[in-house]
């Protein structure tokens, strides 16, 4: 019995020893335990460096001689300044001028924005594919942005431009796109959007998930109902790493329609589960407009879905092509003009 009770006494002896080594150690930074020096105004010296010490190691982050010293913290699972729904109108004329008056005081150059009081889990890339849509665009920034800050997100705006008039290919900017941004910083959430596309809802988070995430659940355009079960398109979101596993988009849709249910085929096939918010909170209104020069519906692409199995692997982020003519930055957006490299002969009858 004393013998128990000794190995116990023992054990924690030895215990007590360990927390004051780690103690030590973690104050100093090194194991030297030294005496404090006799004389007084040495003594005193020695104290101060032993309190900014123990200021290091027990708050990291803190900005040493500021007096209201504090750390950013996570920000919070649900944020507290979201409103819910939304009114939203495109009636009015909005200039870029007065949009950038209006919301972008709190902007870093090239619409890009982090949380003042709180560190986002996330860094989000808004990629927006783009041609003569500048109204559009207008309107757009001026409701997302105020939205993308009520839901704290540490974003940037990536307009992407199609240099020339060629025929137009939305998935290989948003390509171009996704790899631009990766150049800039270190992203781990893409949303894609469309430039006609405004939540009328701000609970609804422009962030990733744990399964590729569709966002444009319910659109004014279609009744707020989904058209069909596996539309993946208007405003999605990927994490890097599940955009990797799905080689990104087909670079090979050219003129309007097919690149979204391409997307939605290889994240079957690859991840299988898409996720989206309530049918309430994913709803959208979007701005009507007339088809887009340059833009014609290609009859063949409907028939290039069956051929997703076959093709995706081969076809994407590992055969992207392109080539960057200009890059300018807004207080609003990062508009980067990209041309896409239109095939002579594209034949779209
Ligand atoms: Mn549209």
Known sequence: MLQKLFKLLAFYFFLCMLCLLV?????????????????????????????????????????????????????????????????????????????????????????RYKPPDCVSKQKVAIIIPFRYRDEHLNHWLYYLHPILMRQQVDYSIYVINQYGHGVFNKAKLMNAGYAEALKEYDYDC???????????????????????????????????????????????ALSKEQFLKINGFSNTYWGWGGEDDDISNRVRIRIKSISRPDSLIGRYKMIHHDRDLHNDVNP??????????????????????????????????????????????????
């Open 23 to 111: 103690f030590l150690y973690s104050k100093n930074g090194s194991l030297q335990i030294s005496e404090p020096p006799d004389d007084e105004q040495k003594k005193e010296q020695y104290f101060d460096k032993v309190a900014e010490n123990f200021w290091r190691t027990e708050a990291p982050g803190v900005r040493l001689g500021s007096t209201a010293a504090e750390v950013l913290q996570p920000c919070p699972e649900t944020t507290p300044d979201l409103v819910g729904p939304l009114h939203v109108e495109f009636e009015t004329n909005r200039t870029l001028d007065w949009v950038r008056e209006q919301v972008g005081s709190v902007l870093q150059l090239g619409g």
């Open 190 to 236: 893409f949303v894609f959007s469309d430039v006609d596309m405004v939540p009328l809802d701000d609970r609804n988070l422009y962030r990733c998930f744990d399964s590729p995430r569709h966002l444009a659940v319910g659109v004014d355009k279609f009744n707020f109902t989904l058209p069909y079960k596996n539309i993946f398109g208007g405003v999605i």
């Open 300 to 349: 063949h692409n409907p028939y290039k879905l069956h051929e997703t199995i076959k093709t995706f692997k081969r076809d994407g982020l590992n055969s992207l092509n392109y080539t960057v003519k200009d890059i300018k930055r807004d207080k609003l957006f990062t508009f980067i003009s990209v041309d896409v490299h239109v095939p002579s002969g594209l034949n779209l009858k």
